[in-house]
Structures are given as structure tokens and as C-alpha cells.
């Protein structure tokens, strides 16, 4: 299959899963929930990616844009903001897709979070606030703003065979953290880097280590690590693509197979 671009298909894909009603951007979400995540996180998950990742949990809503329901900023807002309050959690998030495809729907969701308590934790691939530093400094503005940009293996190589996206790409995630960090957010507080580790033999993951040092020293000591969890559907997604992690956890967090 060849490889794509994946700020065209961040294009097409926003254009599926966002629209204007009465001057409000709508953003499609399948659900809504609260988690263990972040010791206790409310979260709303998004439709759409524009990344194709063979390891995605949430593959059936990020590939495909058919299924879920459009929501404005403001009922977002109270939907998080409820399940928060009633399980006393300190964090809110969108995940399930890639939240910045709908860029205006994500500024006023995080105006509206600017007056709580509560902080919002932003998961995202980076790729758009990569390409486009005014978007991270629009981002910048945001008090309440944490932005983990999670990293699709640990080189371009990597990157291209697990998202199916063009190498050239990958620098758009390290691009991402330079952006946000120019613009004023706090590296290892308010940004910081989470990587795919399931597929990296470890001599990639050094060399990824000294590619974050190189942006700031504080970046490597405040990585998220993240494995691929075995659920049947994410199975099916791996056979499919003939991918075997070489470190992967069972749903009960049980370590599955190494190879
Ligand atoms: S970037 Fe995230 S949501 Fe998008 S395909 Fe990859 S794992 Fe799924």
C-alpha cells in the first residue's frame, strides 16, 4: 500500500467529522466516559485520525468517520466537565481520534476549561501543531492546557511502517514539541513527549532519546511509555498487518508475548 500525507488527510478527515452550525464548530465524538487513566480522567473520544496506526485501539472510529454524533464546544464542556465533578476526578481529555483536526471546536473547548480547576490533558500525534507553529501558539494561551504528543515509534522508518504515513512526516512529532515549547509551554509539565514502544529494539529507542535531549534535557527524563494492550479487536488490526509487537500487555496488564 503506498504511503500517504498525513496533513491531506488531516484535510479530508476534518472536513467528515466537523461542521459549522449558527457560527459554532461541532466536532463528532463517539462517546463519553470516565477512567482510570491520569489517576481519574474524564474523557471524551473523538471520531476521526489522520494517522492509520496497525496498533490503534480505537481503529473502528479513528479509520472510519460514519459512526458518532456531532457536539458543540459547549456541551463538551458540560459532559466532561459533569463526569468530572461527579467522580471528583482533577483531569479532563479528548482522545478515541485526533483532536486537533477540528482546530476551532479544540480553541473554544479550552476557553471554556480556562475558568475551572480542571486540567486538560490534550493527546494528540502532534502532526498539525508540527506543521504549523501558529497553532501551537494559539495553544500556548490556554492556563489549564497539558499537551502529551504521542510519538509513533521511535524513528521515521518505524513511523512509516506503524501509521502507514510518509517518513518525512515523523520530524512534524518532534517539530511539534519545538513548537510548543517556543511558544512558551513548560517542557516535562505543560508538554511532553509519549512514544510506542511495542515494536523499538532498543538501540532505536537510544537514538530517539538523544533526538528529544537535542530539543530540551528535561524531555527524555519525562517520557510516557506506551505498549500495545492485546484487545481482540487491536489482535485482528495486528494479524491483519502481519505486526508483532515485541513487548505487548493482555487487557489485565499481564506482559503477552516478547519476540
Ligand atoms: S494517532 Fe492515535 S488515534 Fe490516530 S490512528 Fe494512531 S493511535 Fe489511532
Redesign the pocket.
Known sequence: MPCFDPIELAEKVSKSVTRIVNGVEERKYYRFRGGKWYGGIATGDVVG?????K?????RY??FTNKGHYYSPQIVYMKLSSIAERRKYRYVRL????PTLSRKHLLSLLELFEETNLLFIL???GILIGYDKQYAEELSKYRRLIVRV?F?GTTSEEFEK??GADRRFYDLQFKALENLIDAGLKPGYQVYPAV?LSFSPEENIQKFLERLKEIHPVLPEEIDPEYVILYPHVRELLRKYGLKPRIAYTPKGIPDFMI
Open positions: 485520525c489522520n494517522l492509520r496506526c496498533f490503534c485501539w480505537s481503529w479513528s479509520y482522545s478515541g481520534g485526533e493527546e494528540t500525534n504521542s509513533k506503524l501509521t510506542m
